[in-house]
């Protein structure tokens, strides 16, 4: 069975400060994606990295890919209260997904 | 383009009843997977449908099943309703028949309440 850990379980943060998500397994995907959940809703994909070593940035979000493929970052700047919401990372490994437990990111302003 | 269509969005079951959940995907999706989300367990994958085939399947019991119909639309059941099944339910659809770089489309989910 594959697992995806993501650290930390819950962040709370002032609006503006720097925050990194980490998502990490010992099996290889091949690719991973991000997703972003606000109550009452579906997950809502934010990016998909597909190459080991690989960066991806989206206005202040910026992910990386681990170079073997088992781990990924997501790392926001200057966090503004709208970013809060439950992030979750997602391991490809053929027609399903993998998801991590998830990351409540909570900006006050 | 519309998106994917779960109805109903809330549904309340008494134990050991049996519930009935659908999904319309975008569009062009020929692929339809089931999700469970719980507090506790998180998103677990329940199920994956390609062109009426079901291809891969979690670890629950066998009183969730699916389907999958001719113009892609998707059904999940549960049989014999525990407590423990009430959950958001989600579906999710994809264009490509593996993996999907491109990402799923989730729907807004089916809010299980069983009691």
């Known amino acids: 069975t594959q697992l995806l850990e993501q650290s930390p379980q819950f962040l709370s943060i002032q609006e503006g400060e720097n925050l990194t998500v980490y998502c990490n397994s010992s099996?290889?995907?091949?690719?991973l994606q991000w997703y972003r959940q606000e109550p009452g809703e579906g997950p809502v994909l934010l990016v998909t990295v597909v190459t080991g070593g690989e960066v991806k940035k989206l206005k202040r979000l910026t992910f990386q890919f681990g170079d073997a493929r088992k781990d990924s970052s997501l790392h926001i700047t200057a966090a503004q209260p709208g970013d809060t919401g439950l992030y979750l990372c997602?391991?490809?490994?053929?027609?399903?997904?993998?998801f991590g437990g998830g990351t409540r990111l909570m900006v006050k302003p | 383009k519309a998106g994917v269509t779960q109805t109903p969005r809330y549904l309340i079951k008494t134990r050991g009843q049996q519930v009935t959940l659908s999904c319309s995907p975008i569009?062009?999706?020929?692929?339809v997977s089931w999700y469970q989300q719980t507090p506790g367990q998180g998103l677990q994958f329940l199920f994956e449908?390609?062109?009426?085939?079901?291809?891969n399947k979690g670890n629950f019991p066998g009183r969730f099943s699916g389907r999958q119909f001719s113009n892609s639309r998707s059904e999940m059941n549960v049989s014999t309703l525990e407590l423990g099944d009430s959950a958001l339910y989600l579906c999710a659809s994809s264009r490509d028949s593996n993996w999907s770089p491109y990402g799923y489309t989730f729907g807004s989910g089916t809010r299980l309440t069983v009691v």
């Open positions: 997602a391991g490809n490994a053929g027609n399903m997904l993998t």
């Open positions: 569009s062009g999706h020929r692929s």
């Open positions: 449908y390609f062109s009426e085939t079901q291809r």
């Open positions: 099996s290889v995907f091949s690719s």
